[in-house]
């Protein structure tokens, strides 16, 4: 980077202050991490937009640091965002600071200069396309009341009420074992949009639960029905994708197989979203290209997680390429690249795959035929 151009980042960009972190602790921001210092006091030259700012504290006993904790925070022009370690609770405490304090900061910048970490420009390019549709909309909407993303979940003990004559007593809820059974603390799970356990609508046949069963244009027309655009999906995708990779947080991950899998069931609505649908093939493309490749077979229960989802969806974009050739053609050059890199066989489908029929009271299932033909976004 230029001397201009460096000199211009650091009058333009936002800055982050961060006061007394410990030495060792593990700090990131977006595809970077760090350890700090003994002179480490924030970042500098921060781009505008959103970013995921995380951290490890030390382990005060040794060995590796704490469980990580994240939180999204969209950075103004020139802002600047002073917070401090809380050594109690062993993290990042946002302080509030009058406008003649924010100044005498700023007027203070240079002198500071050797303590800021530069935010790493060479991975901007990389981060945008991660995050591009995570508006500010679905920022607010889908972040914990707390405002962190947690790996660990912080649990209490499940309460119920029973009333007796005199008054109401509360009591932990215990398991056949006598353990209290433990719930995530409300108000730290991140607001992820609520996936309908029924494929089908109230009063289904069991033919009308079956057809559904194989196809997720119920489901989905219902999620984007309350979304304010349908790219909300892709910025929620890409919200849980962010928070499982960088964040840790495995919920996060839950979600986002559950997004994609009904985004790549989609048949009988694919043609009223075709805007949407080559919006995601490059998202899921991005996503790919920044995870190693055995990702898929070491966490997901079946290695066949996505390539049977990505075959039912360039089967189903087959069937509809009278309504896109745009789409038609990015399927296939996106198919044809994860075959040559992964070498992932669409045309293979396991026996277990067969069609089912799905009768009165059981869950959405998923019976697809994956056949197709494949190129690059």
Partial sequence: MDQDTAVKLFEEGAFL??????????FGMDWNSWLTGPLFKGVKMIPPGLHFVFYSAVNKHGG???PRTGFYRDFKLREIIVAEWDSAMEEISFLTKSEQEIAAIRASLKDMDKNLAPYPYDTLKKW????????SGVSEKLN??????????????????????DNTKRQNNVDDQGLPILETKPGTEINFTKIPKKWYPDGASPGEMSLHSMDSSYVMDRIINDLSQPDDMLGELQYAFISFVLG?????????KNIVHILCSCDKSLSKYLTLYENFLTVVYHQ???????????IVTSNNFLVGALSTLFGNIEGAKSDSASLHSR??????????????????????????????????????????????L
Wanted: charged share 25%; with cysteine.
């Fill in 248 to 256: 840790q947080a495995l919920d996060a991950f839950e979600q986002w």
């Fill in 128 to 135: 945008i396309s991660l995050t591009d549709k995570i508006t």
């Fill in 17 to 26: 202050i961060l006061l007394n972190v410990p030495q060792g602790t593990e």
């Fill in 144 to 165: 914990p009341d707390c405002g962190k993303i947690l790996s660990v979940p912080e649990l209490i003990p499940q309460v119920s009420s029973s009333t007796n004559v």
């Fill in 64 to 66: 590796s640091n704490s």
């Fill in 331 to 376: 399927s296939k050059q996106f198919k044809k690249y994860l075959t040559k890199k992964f070498k992932w066989d669409f045309d293979c489908e396991p026996d277990d795959w067969a069609p089912v029929v799905v009768s009165m009271g059981w869950g959405p299932r998923t019976s697809f035929r994956g056949f197709l033909e494949g190129k690059l």
């Fill in 288 to 298: 790919i290209n920044e995870i190693p490749k055995d990702f898929f077979v070491d």
